[in-house]
Each structure stands twice: as C-alpha cells, then as structure tokens.
T-cell receptor
Framework: GQQVMQIPQYQHVQEGEDFTTYCNSSTTLSNIQWYKQRPGGHPVFLIQLVKSGEVKKQKRLTFQFGEAKKNSSLHITATQTTDVGTYFCYNAGNNRKLIWGLGTSLAVNP | DGGITQSPKYLFRKEGQNVTLSCEQNLNHDAMYWYRQDPGQGLRLIYYSQIVNDFQKGDIAEGYSVSREKKESFPLTVTSAQKNPTAFYLC???????????FGNGTRLTVT
C-alpha cells in the first residue's frame, strides 16, 4: 500500500537538544496519528490530528498538521533519555489499507 | 484493566510447521489487525477485521490465515507457505477504522 514518507530515518541528539520528525504525503490525509515505540516494545498511541493547521501539545511534545493536510511534524523540546524510541506517523485511510510511515528512530546521549 | 493480549511472547518453530499466534482483546473493539515488523522496519499489515466473521487481506497476506469467530479473538496462523516467517508480530484493535490503535505486546516468532 501507499506509504507516507517520514524523515529523518535516524536522529542522534544530546540530551537537552530539540528533535523534529516530519511526515509527508503526496495526497491529502484525512487524519494523522502519531505513535511511539520503545526498543523491544510495541507502538503506543500519542495523538491524533484531524483539522487543517491543527497544533496540539503534550508537555514537551508539539504536533502539527499542515494546512494542506499533506504533512505533519512532531517536535520534542529539550529531549530526555526517556524520549528514546521510534516515532511513527500513521493515516487510517478509509479503504483500510492503513498507511504507516517507516518511522524515525531517536537516540539520546545522556 | 482493559487491554489486548498476545501470546506467547516468544515462539520457536521448525520450518514446514504451521503456527498459530493468539490475540485477545477485552476493549469491546470492533476492528482488529495483524501487523508484521522486521528489524528496523515499519509496520506492514497482514490482515484486518472490521466485524465478526469478516476479514480482509492486507498488504502481505500470502502465507498467513486468520479467523474472527468472536469479537474478542483474532488468531493468526503462519503457514508453511510463508517464505520468511521469522519476525515480530503485532496485534492491534480499534473501536472503529479511524480510531487510535491499541497494540498487544507482540509475539517474536523464530523459524529455523
């Protein structure tokens, strides 16, 4: 099935630095969901964005949905070692051919 | 506590054997899904079910089979026809097709 493009594939930061991952699609997305998967674990739902230009915050995490609903970003301010993991974006398409990004793996040096 | 349970956590099989992975949820969700994840890869959809007694193939259904006889249960059988079955298998459920997914802890299958 179609995939959304997620960049970067890997990111290595020093603790305290900011981090951003981007999710891009060539077609309009009905919604975007973000998940976090810790090493050895399973994906855990973080947030869902539905509206054009929507911005949501969860403590140090800021999620944005583009005005054209073709891209989204997740920004983490002042990373901590607990932020380590892989962040996935996902679009629950109506045809059930569910569309996942390939993920951005974040490593944080203490 | 409501949740989704996969068992076993680790599974080892010889090549040529069929193996069934269990997935049970008590969240009263209508939709259930099976994904496969290979090292460093994203999630690939194997099968999904929107309602009891109905299921649809995902992107990589070949060599797999499922059943959905009860709302709570969505077992996955990895058949001997699956050419590269060693992987991490994740089961998920959602209230509707657009709702957030709840994942089980996964089953790591190794076939030698």
């Amino acid at each position: 099935g179609q995939q959304v493009m997620q960049i970067p594939q890997y990111q290595h930061v020093q603790e305290g630095e900011d981090f951003t991952t981007y999710c891009n699609s060539s077609t309009t997305l009905s919604n975007i969901q973000w998940y976090k998967q810790r090493p050895g674990g399973h994906p855990v739902f973080l947030i869902q964005l539905v509206k054009s230009g929507e911005v949501k915050k969860q403590k140090r995490l800021t999620f944005q949905f583009g005005e054209a609903k073709k891209n989204s970003s997740l920004h983490i301010t002042a990373t901590q070692t607990t932020d380590v993991g892989t962040y996935f974006c996902y679009n629950a398409g109506n045809n059930r051919k569910l569309i996942w990004g390939l993920g951005t793996s974040l490593a944080v040096n203490p | 506590d409501g949740g989704i349970t996969q068992s076993p956590k680790y599974l080892f099989r010889k090549e040529g054997q069929n193996v069934t992975l269990s997935c049970e949820q008590n969240l009263n969700h209508d939709a259930m899904y099976w994904y496969r994840q290979d090292p460093g890869q994203g999630l690939r959809l194997i099968y999904y079910s929107q309602i009891v007694n109905d299921f649809q193939k995902g992107d990589i259904a070949e060599g797999y089979s499922v059943s959905r006889e009860k709302k709570e249960s969505f077992p996955l059988t990895v058949t001997s026809a699956q050419k590269n079955p060693t992987a991490f298998y994740l089961c998920a459920s959602s209230m509707t097709g657009n709702s957030p997914l709840h994942f089980g802890n996964g089953t790591r299958l190794t076939v030698t």
